[in-house]
Nanobody, 126 residues
């Protein structure tokens, strides 16, 4: 099983950028898909972005397309979420998730992912 640890959260002004990292331990990271979800205060966890095991395919929720980029470096067992042009509505806890086999039609469902990190907080000030 993959153990995931997020880092890189913090406070940023609206319009600014942050890069989140998700470092994995375990033998299966390179063969697992990876995703980022977020949970705004008082709301349910929502899908942000996903990448397949080799980085060739990516998926994004509409609200972050063109601003966020998901990527991974399997040699470093690390995934990334580059967030640009941040808006106040992007604030919340950001969680990375991993799983070996999730069909594309299910990647947006948090219940489909087995492994989760502890989360990183992103705060966007106006």
């Amino acid at each position: 099983q993959v153990h995931l640890v997020e880092s890189g959260g913090g406070l940023v002004q609206a319009g600014g950028s942050l890069r989140l990292s998700c470092t994995a331990s375990g033998p299966t990271f390179g063969t697992s898909g990876m995703a980022w979800f977020r949970q705004p205060p008082g709301k349910e966890r929502e899908f942000v972005a996903a990448v397949n095991y080799n980085g060739e395919n990516t998926w994004y929720t509409d609200s972050v397309k063109g601003r966020f980029t998901i990527s991974r470096d399997n040699a470093k067992n690390t995934g990334y979420l580059q967030m640009n042009s941040l808006k106040p509505e992007d604030a919340g806890g950001y969680y990375c998730a991993g799983d070996a086999n999730i069909p594309p039609r299910r990647i947006g469902r948090s219940s489909a992912w087995d492994c989760w990190g502890q989360g990183a907080q992103v705060t966007v000030s106006t």
